[in-house]
């Protein structure tokens, strides 16, 4: 069982930056993808980020040069710094984790309860 607890979400203005936090807890956390999946009023979930125990990272084409996912695996921490921020952002961000393999989908065993991003046009 891992538990996932989202923070650092809020209000910005377009091209603003904004950092969320992931907080895992659980057994063996580090033997686990975490991933950040997103919502948009009205639409799917959709893979924004994933990184594996040994720091590998994955990005949806959409983020690619703006957003970067890290990982501190002593505190069981995993970070999205997200840049250049567009209204098109605006999403509720959950962060998830699973075993592997690496999937650039929504297929997460475990959820946190989401951070909400607003970006202001």
């Known amino acids: 069982q891992v538990q996932l607890v989202e923070s650092g979400g809020g209000l910005v203005q377009t091209g603003g ?11 063996t956390v580090n033997n686990y993808i975490i991933g ?10 959709e893979f924004v980020a994933a990184i594996s125990g040994a720091g590998n ?5 959409f983020v690619k040069g703006r957003f970067t996912i890290s990982r501190d695996n002593a505190n069981n ?3 999205l710094q997200m ?3 567009r209204p098109e952002d ?8 699973r ?6 989908s929504t297929a997460y065993d475990y959820w946190g ?3 909400q991003v607003t970006v202001s046009s």
């Open 83 to 85: 840049n250049s921020l």
């Open 57 to 61: 990272t994955y990005y949806a084409d």
């Open 113 to 115: 309860q989401g951070a």
């Open 17 to 27: 930056s904004l950092r969320l936090s992931c907080a895992a807890s659980g057994r």
């Open 36 to 45: 950040w999946i997103r919502q948009a009023p009205g639409k799917e979930r």
């Open 90 to 97: 605006t999403a509720l961000y959950y962060c998830a984790a």
């Open 77 to 79: 921490t995993v970070n």
């Open 99 to 104: 075993r592997l393999p690496v999937v650039l």
